[in-house]
Each structure stands twice: as structure tokens, then as C-alpha cells.
């Protein structure tokens, strides 16, 4: 089979397309025939060496993918061949063929389509359990999302209004924040460092947001979290800008504010039933079209580079697919 491959560590230039066998499943695996899988920012940490999992050498980056299962381990009994499924993988996926865990792959329902499983998985999974079991998002309150039209701001918009929040929505650019618009953000946000504090207080009436999703971190997150509201949540998703902050302990004090970490490949690992559940609702969500991917542009296997590199300049809208 063909699959993009990091033999050495470094940006998305070192990627090698060529020949790959990964062999046969072990125990809890299964192989599946990839059809997409999705580009996200930890794949362009993950070549370079600097994700929180680290493969051994030779590795393919690719967190999700949707497809169908050709093999299964010899203990697994909820697949077979044929199933079409979406599974979160770690890494592997840009490939014809990845090894996926059976206890984070997913029968597709009929009306799901593989492109709009590969574009949803780890960005809405990561969102949901971000609203639902890290913030404990409730109805009227205001979700103020940094970096709301990469992947996983798209996500959280859609996601959001769905939990009947009040949507910020916060972009560099006004062509990034119609599209956030177009999403169903309620209000939208051009920030800097300098202005999001004041942003934040004035478009809440002074309150400031009930929640804070931030992807980008940097110099944005403490000016940021000046501008929560009391008793409020601030959710540590990731650092886009490629700086990570630091936050003086005395703001979550005198705010009586949280920071929470959002980390969904610890989520699915060590709470599989939670995630399971999940990742069902968001199938039926998908399903029904109450949710619905944004697919910024997809690419052939061989020039995933491309794609992540897309991704390093911060010039998706959205979510990126390589087709397999």
C-alpha cells in the first residue's frame, strides 16, 4: 500500500510518499481501508516530534479517518470486514490502509458519509467533551471561541449553538469571521492581544463570557481570561500560535474562574464508555443535519504536505481531507 511517511523529524517538507506494510492487527485492533482522513493541527506537532504521543520512526501522521474494515484482531467482536466505520487513530492515517483501536472506531450510520465522518471526528469529539464534560455548558450561557474558523473553532460554533449558547466568535480577519457568521456565530470578533479583554467585557455587558475556548493560546490567552466572567470556565485546547501561556494564579482566584484542560486523546483512551456515547450523539447529529462538517479543501494522499502546511499558515477555513 502507499502511505506519507515521517522518517525523519521536521516540517511537512521531510514527508516521504512510498510503499508501507503495517502487517496484521494485534489484540483490540482493527485495519481499515482508509477513504479520508482528516488534517489537524497536531499533525504538524506530531512530525516535528513535538505532540504529547510520540511515535516510533517510521510513522505516518493522521489522528481519524473514515473508511472500511478490512481485518480485526482475533479478540475483537463488535467489526468485520465490510463495516464502514470512522475511527480516531493516533497517527497512521495517511495511508491506503492504518490500524485503528477498537475501542475508539465507529459504525457509521447509513446517512453518514465517509468525507463528513473524517471532517468531524476529532474536532467535534474534541468539542463536544470540551462543552459537555469539561465546561458543563448550559443554556443562555456565552461561548467566546479564539481561533473560532480553524477545525476545531468551526466545531465549536456548530456545537455550541446546538447547547443553546451565545456564540463570539473570534477571528483575525473579517473573511474568517463571515464564515463564522455563515456557521451561526452570534457575534463576531476581529482580536488582537490587545483588545480581546475589553471585547470580551463590552460584548457581554460588562459580565464578561461564561466560557472560554481557546486553540490558539500565546499572547491572546491571559489578556483573554481577563475578560471571563465570575465563576466562569477557560478551557486550554491548544496553542495554534505556537507559544504556550502562562497565566497568573491570581486571576482564577480573584475571578472564581477555572482553567480546565481539554485533552480528547486522554478522554478516549481512559473513559471509552463516556466517549463511546459521545461520539453516537454526534453521529445521530450528523445524521439528522443538525451538524454538518465545513470542509475547507481536500487533498490526494501524495501531496499531504500540502495540506499541512496549509495548515502551519492558518489559512484554513474550517477543516482540511486528504482522500485515500
Same mark, same amino acid.
Given at each position: ?62 489522528? $481519524?479517518?473514515?473508511?472500511?474494515? =478490512? &481485518?480485526? /484482531? *482475533? #479478540? %475483537? ?9 470512522? !475511527? ?86 473579517? $473573511?474568517?469571521?463571515?464564515?463564522? =457568521? &455563515?456557521? /451561526? *456565530? #452570534? %457575534? ?9 479583554? !475589553? ?126
Amino acid at each position: 500500500m502507499k502511505a506519507v511517511l515521517v522518517e525523519e523529524l521536521g516540517g511537512p517538507d521531510k514527508l516521504v510518499y512510498r510503499d508501507h506494510e503495517i502487517g496484521k492487527p494485534g489484540p483490540g485492533r482493527v485495519t481499515i481501508d482508509v477513504k479520508y482522513a482528516g488534517v489537524n493541527f497536531p499533525d504538524t506537532l506530531i512530525i516535528r516530534g513535538k505532540y504529547q504521543f510520540q511515535p516510533d520512526l517510521p510513522f505516518s501522521p493522521g489522528g $481519524e479517518v473514515a473508511g472500511v474494515i =478490512k &481485518e480485526v /484482531g *482475533a #479478540d %475483537v467482536k463488535d467489526f468485520k470486514p465490510g463495516d464502514r466505520v470512522v !475511527s480516531g487513530t493516533g497517527w497512521g492515517g495517511f495511508a491506503e490502509e492504518v490500524f485503528g483501536f477498537a475501542f475508539n472506531t465507529h459504525h457509521l450510520p447509513d446517512e453518514v458519509s465517509f468525507k463528513d465522518a473524517a471532517a468531524t471526528l476529532m474536532t467535534h469529539g474534541t468539542v463536544f467533551h470540551a462543552l459537555k464534560d469539561r465546561a458543563h455548558l448550559m443554556e443562555g450561557e456565552t461561548l467566546a471561541i479564539l481561533g473560532a474558523s480553524g477545525g476545531v473553532g468551526t466545531a465549536a460554533i456548530q456545537l455550541g449553538k446546538q447547547m443553546g449558547a451565545n456564540v463570539i466568535a473570534c477571528a483575525s480577519s473579517d $473573511e474568517k469571521l463571515q464564515f463564522c =457568521k &455563515e456557521l /451561526g *456565530a #452570534d %457575534v463576531l470578533h476581529k482580536y488582537t492581544p490587545e483588545n480581546i479583554k !475589553s471585547a470580551l467585557k463590552d460584548l457581554t455587558g460588562g459580565k464578561g463570557a461564561d466560557i472560554i475556548f481557546d486553540t490558539v493560546g500565546g499572547d491572546y490567552s491571559e489578556q483573554a481570561f481577563r475578560g471571563i466572567a465570575p465563576m466562569g470556565r477557560y478551557l486550554v485546547v491548544g496553542f495554534a500560535s505556537g507559544s504556550v501561556p502562562s497565566i497568573p494564579l491570581n486571576l482564577p482566584l480573584l475571578k472564581s474562574a477555572s482553567v480546565v484542560g481539554v485533552f480528547w486523546g486522554n478522554f478516549f483512551r481512559n473513559f471509552q464508555d463516556s466517549n463511546k456515547s459521545n461520539i453516537q450523539q454526534l453521529l445521530e447529529m450528523i445524521a439528522s443535519g443538525k451538524i454538518s462538517s465545513a470542509i475547507d479543501s481536500i487533498y490526494g494522499l501524495k501531496d499531504a504536505a500540502i495540506a499541512l502546511e496549509k495548515i502551519e499558515k492558518r489559512s484554513v477555513k474550517g477543516k482540511i481531507l486528504i482522500e485515500c
